[in-house]
């Protein structure tokens, strides 16, 4: 099979592609020269043209270059090309690796080659099984572990933690489903990622379905993130408020609840969900509240100072500046892993499984569960993307031991903070807040560096989720994913305007990710990749399946509907 490598070379008027084939006629390392094809920056149009030739640009059109005629580089560039006709045409047809009359490696250009340094694995544009695995446990782990603490609270300790287990083992099954149609039919219709596969499979339908509970799920993600940043974006300033106008220590340390113990935690007052008129009655319209109080306020002022620093930049047409931060995702994750661990080891263990008075009692089972499997579905949210993660491993046949490894790991990440948190916190269980960063006073040393790093992180990667979001929406609408300023404009404002409206109104990071992962679940984790294997089956047994095959993804369907509408049923 004929494979073209396009290999940009440098013009400063026009990029001309290089196309390289490494077809069976060539063999080694030197490349068939078959031609170049020249664009211009503006225009789709593309000529073919022999690789030693230069294109001049019409100079009256200086907004939309015109290619006007082709001329030879040097000399020795059309005499190479010459000599590379001469050697195909005595080549002629070839049968397996004959090696006759191929093309000499010293009369190919020197830009086709690259350095080969003995010992390495030469380039395939794959990656391997480590790094795969990594890279699906790495996409995730996030905010989640910030709240795991409080969801296994929610569902008890047996409950929680076998509730976690089981979890995994739906999202990896139905996430393979997806992985198991997307090989049957990817490279032979030429599917990019799994909406064409619905499109496929489904029909148009199928594919705006698959669009619009991805764009919610960005959402939702959007607006978790918002609550996050206001919280550590206000609490990280009040410590240096604090620091300055704060004389002694012993003050400083005082200053978040009179409950605060030796270990630097204390219970907050439960979180209200914030009403106009609750609002007018905060600190911020209070004749008694200080200037700053009415300044830097988490209730209404911080979210909208958030909106007005980030707005500029999500606005921007790329977003390739804040990629070159991911890796602090990573870091994020094993420095609130390391947070926990230290802190734990300093507690030690504050269990009670009989005396209910207790407050270290410890329940093995609360009503409460679907609050956990309602996070879960958007903590182990792989579906949208994990045709373009698996589709790198350099083992395809290995796609699924290398996923089925990547969620053993994320589960029991899941499960291990989780767990440790929940069994060593030495105040009330149900003390446990939804951001267990919450629990700790402002002071505390590690939960200041906490707050800056993950505040910093967060406003890398909350311009990555816009921009996802926005390239989604208007490529749909307008099949463009950046038709102008003003759309783009108009859907940040948009987008803006909810984060901060449930920052306000619905600060609280469990409720918003148990409701958005239960809805966006139902769709993509429950029931897209249920129905794709079902219609996937039939199509490869002329219309036919077993009674097992819909009896299992039809009640993996009415799993993800269940877990949607016991949401409305937790208590907080």
């Not at 094809?37 to 640009?57: C, E, G, M, Y």
């Not at 050697?87 to 002629?92: E, W």
């Not at 008694?288 to 100072?305: C, E, Q, R």
């Amino acid at each position: 099979m004929n494979r073209d490598v396009d290999v940009i070379l440098p013009d400063s008027d026009v990029a001309s592609e290089v196309t390289l084939d490494s077809s069976s006629d060539l063999g080694r390392s030197s490349p068939t020269l078959r031609g170049i094809r020249v664009r211009d920056a503006n225009s789709k149009q593309r000529t073919r043209r022999p690789f030693h030739l230069q294109s001049t640009i019409a100079a009256n059109r200086a907004e939309s270059p015109v290619l006007i005629d082709a001329v030879p580089y040097d000399n020795a560039q059309e005499a190479t090309y010459s000599r590379y006709k001469y050697y195909q045409r005595l080549r002629g047809p070839t049968i397996g690796n004959d090696q006759a009359l191929l093309i000499p490696d010293h009369v190919v250009p020197s830009i086709f080659f690259y350095p080969y340094i003995p010992g390495t694995v030469p380039l395939t544009g794959k990656q391997s099984s480590l790094i795969t695995i990594f890279a699906v446990w790495n996409t995730m782990m996030g905010t989640s572990l910030l709240s795991m603490p409080w969801a296994v609270e929610q569902a008890g300790l047996v409950a929680g933690l076998s509730l976690i287990l089981v979890m995994a083992a739906i999202c990896f099954y139905t996430a393979f489903c997806i992985l198991q149609v997307y090989g049957i039919y990817g490279e032979k219709e030429n599917l990019a990622d799994f909406p064409d596969l619905c499109m496929f499979l489904l029909g148009r339908v199928g594919q705006w379905v698959s669009v619009l509970f991805s764009a919610l799920s960005l959402l939702g993600a959007s607006a978790v993130y918002w609550v996050l940043m206001s919280n550590f974006l206000y609490h990280t300033v009040k410590y240096v408020y604090d620091l300055i106008t704060t004389t002694t220590s012993v003050t400083l340390l005082s200053v978040d609840d009179d409950n605060t113990s030796a270990f630097n935690l204390f219970c907050p007052d439960p979180i209200d969900n914030l009403t106009f008129s609750s609002l007018l009655n905060g600190p911020i319209f209070q004749n008694g509240a200080s200037t700053f109080d009415k300044i830097w306020n988490l209730d209404l002022t911080v979210p909208i100072y958030m909106a007005l620093l980030l707005l500029p930049l999500i606005c921007l047409k790329s977003a390739t500046f804040f990629t070159k931060f991911n890796a602090l995702g990573t870091v994020s994750v094993f420095y609130i892993m390391a947070f926990v661990v230290t802190k734990a080891s300093q507690w030690g263990v504050h269990v009670e499984f009989s005396d209910t008075t207790s407050p270290f009692y410890v329940p093995l089972l609360r009503s409460n569960f679907p609050a956990l499997s309602g996070m879960l579905s958007l903590a182990l949210y792989l579906h949208n993307c994990v045709v373009s993660i698996m589709k790198n491993n350099r083992r395809q046949e290995c796609n699924g031991r290398d996923l089925s490894i990547a969620y053993t790991l994320v589960a029991l990440t899941y499960l291990g903070i989780g767990a440790t948190f929940y069994l060593t916190f030495p105040l009330e269980k149900d003390c446990i807040e939804d951001n267990l960063l919450n629990n700790f006073s402002r002071s505390d040393t590690l939960t200041v560096i906490a707050r800056v790093f993950l505040l910093f992180q967060m406003m890398t990667v909350f311009p990555l989720l816009a921009y996802i979001l926005r390239t989604q929406i208007l490529y749909a609408f307008f099949n463009s994913i950046y038709p102008s300023f003003n759309h783009v404009f108009s859907l940040n404002v948009i987008l803006l305007s909810v984060c901060v409206v449930f920052a306000i109104f619905l600060p609280q990071v469990g409720t918003i990710t148990r409701f958005s992962g239960a809805l966006c679940g139902l769709v993509y984790v429950f029931t897209l990749p249920s129905i794709l294997y079902v219609v996937s089956y039939r199509k490869q047994n002329n219309g036919r399946a077993p009674a097992w095959v819909y009896i299992v993804h039809g009640f993996i369907m009415l799993c993800g509907l269940l877990n949607l509408i016991a949401q409305f049923v937790v208590t907080n």
